[in-house]
């Protein structure tokens, strides 16, 4: 099986490879400072095993893929009612900055656009803004069995040209979506953006969504099966943005896409799927990371339908 494996992920890597089209991503000054070509695939099973190729433990910063996750968090503080009362799970068909909330609700309309991620930040627990981040970094760290780091760089990057966010954060808090200082929401959700994690990592933090919430290497608990079962339904409609209806019909898998060129994806039960490569599409999705994903998916058998 191990052969048969690593023998798949080379050849798409190599068949993926000479995809140079797509830009990276400039509109945070400090992102646009990656190696365009780096590329990576990492395939993780829910019995621990990792088969890997590439720049697989290059640190990228997680981004929008920190959505999901922090999402998983609100859920566990709050609950999933509380947190659907603040939230809606209806994909937007929206690019991810959009400055949106749904007419009729007055909510954001799922926590993979920025809108519900910034709602998502504000709805995580803790005595202060350090403690609220702290909780973030280690919950991200126990999917991915080991101590995830900040990047202070690519944080004070977005920080300082980040305003559109800022702009969410605050029509957010005048629709009472959020309470207290939308700013804190804000840099919150700049500060989960920069958490590094190298494509391997990725690949554990999906696979541990595939095994129920449990990490297969440590065998921690990171979230548990319900709330696994809302995160990945809502990363099936929502995970790729305006992309998610082409995804889901040639990939098949929840997924979650992030400007620092990283893509993620899960099919429960059973694996969990990472590929880096910073050069984006239109909708911010990495070329050859929805291009590798596709050609594992048809060749694996892993669409879900
Ligand atoms: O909100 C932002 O601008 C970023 N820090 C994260 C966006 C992102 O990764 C969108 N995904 N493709």
Known sequence: MGNVVDDLIARVFDDVRSLDAGEVADYIPELAAVAPDSFGICLATIDGYVYEIGDSRHPFTIQSISKPFTYALALADRGAEAVDAKIDVEPSGE?????????????PRNPMINAGAITAASLVTGADQATRFERIRAAYSRYAGRELPFNE????????????????????????????????AVDLYFRQCSIDVTCRDLSLMAATMANNGVNPLTRERALTAVGVEQVLSVMSTCGMYDGAGKWLVEVGLPA??????????????????????????AHGNSVRGVAAAKALSKELELHFL
């Not at 990057?157 to 980040?162: D, L, M, Q």
């Not at 800022?166 to 939308?182: K, N, T």
């Not at 620092?260 to 490569?277: D, R, T």
């Open 256 to 281: 979650k896409s992030g400007v620092g060129g990283g893509v993620m994806a899960v099919l429960p039960g059973q694996i969990g799927i990472a590929v880096y490569s910073p050069r984006l599409d």
């Open 153 to 184: 760089a690519v944080y004070e990057s977005e920080a300082r040209t980040g305003h559109r966010n800022r702009a969410i954060g605050h029509m957010l808090r005048s629709f009472d979506v959020i309470s207290g200082d939308p700013n804190d």
């Open 95 to 107: 690019p991810f900055n959009e400055i949106s909330l749904d007419p009729l609700t007055e909510r």
